[in-house]
């Protein structure tokens, strides 16, 4: 799976912002497809991921932004609302082969470019 992410900007806090991830590969509608994200000085972390029918979501996300996937187009979307000054980052769509519902970076085998989000106050 090859991965593209696009969608990044700079907004104002209390924005909101759509990340958008181009997937290439036969197994796209059987991978769980994740979105993790790295601030400057800090691991990657989780944000969210979409597997099946089910998603997950990092607490510090949770009811402010939404998980979603379109496998006609092989995309998995990001939708990201109320954003805050710590949500700045550079954002990584990432996949892995069959089902995972899971947090673990080191879980997903495929992984886009990044596309940096910046939120100022």
């Known amino acids: 799976v090859q991965l593209q992410a696009s969608g990044g900007g700079l907004v104002q806090a209390g924005g909101s912002l759509r990340l958008s991830c181009a997937a290439s590969g036969r197994t796209f509608s059987n991978s769980a497809m994740g979105w993790f994200r790295q601030a400057p000085g800090k691991d990657r972390e989780f944000v969210a991921v979409?597997?099946?029918?089910?998603?997950n979501y990092a607490d510090s996300v949770k009811g402010r932004f939404a998980i979603s996937r379109d496998n006609v187009k092989n995309t998995v979307s990001l939708q990201m609302n109320s954003l805050k000054p710590e949500d700045t980052a550079v954002y990584y769509c990432?996949?892995?082969?069959?089902?995972?519902?899971?947090?673990?970076?080191?879980?997903?085998?495929?992984w886009g470019q990044g596309t940096l989000v910046t939120v100022s106050s």
């Open positions: 990432a996949a892995r082969a069959g089902s995972y519902s899971g947090t673990g970076v080191e879980k997903y085998g495929y």
């Open positions: 979409i597997s099946g029918g089910a998603t």
